[in-house]
């Protein structure tokens, strides 16, 4: 059963991007995004299994795909296209085999090897501020979602919560920028007062933002992480 899908969109250093959210259809269009001589990426994000998967197409066709963490197996009219980039950025052997990390090593460190490789070839690079702070529009691509232009009605709820635990934001209309929506969603039931020191730290990181230096900041104030 199809559920309701929708993409925000822009553009940042030379590409247009779109965000999809919820039961989008990005992938099932790319080879025609694509048509015309113009390249189209789509990164698709998993949790676990299956892997978090990348396509690459350009005039009209896919030409190399493969899944994060497995590199190995590729497929498209030309999936060695990375091949090169690939192995010298030790994501593969250079007889082509995956490189698995070491079991200690952080999968998702392992993850941003690959992607460090996708946006070193092809130039990517979307800062978290277009997509957390920037009022993009937004479109309904599937389905009928709940399409809210005007304040959000937890706005405030959040802000005091935000400002409890040292976070801050530009506020434009109202709206709660995704990533500190993200981290509210996963504290919402947790005592502000427990979210401080460490705790905070590690949720301004989530969050994408430096926590606040109290020997140089105001207890509310935080800055982007480098």
Not at 28 to 57: K, N, T, W
Not at 165 to 194: M, Y
Request: with cysteine.
């Amino acid at each position: 059963m199809r559920g309701d899908g929708v993409v925000r969109v822009g553009e940042d250093a030379g590409w247009a991007f779109a965000v999809e959210y919820g039961d989008s259809t990005g992938a099932d269009r790319l080879e025609g995004i694509a048509s015309g001589r113009v390249d189209a990426v789509h990164y698709l994000p998993m949790s676990a299994r299956p892997p978090a998967r990348f396509h690459y197409a350009n005039n009209g066709v896919l030409t190399c795909a493969f899944g994060i963490g497995e590199e190995h197996r590729r497929w498209g009219t030309e999936p060695d296209l990375l091949l090169l980039e690939l192995i010298a950025g030790k994501v593969l052997h250079p007889d082509g085999s995956q490189n698995f990390p070491p079991s200690r090593e952080h999968h998702m460190a392992y993850q941003e090897r690959s992607l460090g490789v996708l946006e070193q070839r092809f130039g990517l690079s979307l800062p978290r501020a277009v997509l957390g702070e920037a009022c993009l529009p937004a479109y309904a691509v599937r389905g009928t979602p709940a399409m809210h232009t005007g304040p959000e009605p937890d706005h405030q709820q959040i802000r005091a919560w935000a400002a409890a635990v040292g976070l801050t934001w530009n506020d434009a209309g109202g709206r709660v920028p995704s990533d500190v929506r993200e981290a509210w969603n996963h504290t919402a039931r947790q005592d502000p007062k427990e979210t401080a020191g460490p705790v905070r730290e590690g949720l301004c990181r989530e969050a994408g933002l430096r926590p606040p230096d109290p020997d140089t900041t105001t207890p509310n104030e935080a800055r982007p992480w480098p």
